[in-house]
């Protein structure tokens, strides 16, 4: 069993930045790869970024590549996303997600095992 929680989320205006933090617990944090999702009003939940085991592995989506990072801190079983030049149609809930499989980068939801609860972010223009 796995739990996450996500923090870090919240109101900036378009071309500012937020970091969100996911926090797990249970299960041994290496064991896993992680990924972030995002789910905008009447839409489908979407990939956004995902990160390997060990941190040496990234995958982005397209609309957030060069604006975005995923990183990880094994020591504090924590995983980021740093979002850089926001735009107002990255406006979403945010989700992290773990996947078993720890040497992997994948980008279907249905892949992933356990997911948090999602923090909002709203970017306003």
């Known amino acids: 069993q796995v739990q996450l929680v996500e923090s870090g989320g919240g109101l900036v205006q378009a071309g500012g930045s937020l970091r969100l933090s996911c926090e797990a617990s249970g299960r041994a944090f290496r064991n896993y790869a992680m990924g972030w999702f995002r789910q905008a009003p009447g839409k489908e939940r979407e990939f956004v970024a995902a990160?390997?085991?060990?941190?040496?592995?990234?995958y982005y989506a397209d609309v957030v590549k060069g604006r975005f990072t995923i990183s990880r801190d094994n020591a504090k079983n924590t995983v980021y996303l740093q979002m850089n030049s926001l735009k107002p149609e990255d406006t979403a809930v945010y989700y992290c997600?773990?996947?078993?499989?720890?040497?992997?980068?994948?980008?279907?939801?249905?892949?992933?095992?356990?997911w948090g609860q999602g923090t909002q972010v709203t970017v306003s223009s």
């Open positions: 997600a773990a996947d078993f499989r720890p040497f992997g980068t994948n980008t279907n939801v249905k892949d992933y095992d356990y």
């Open positions: 990160i390997n085991w060990s941190g040496g592995i990234t």
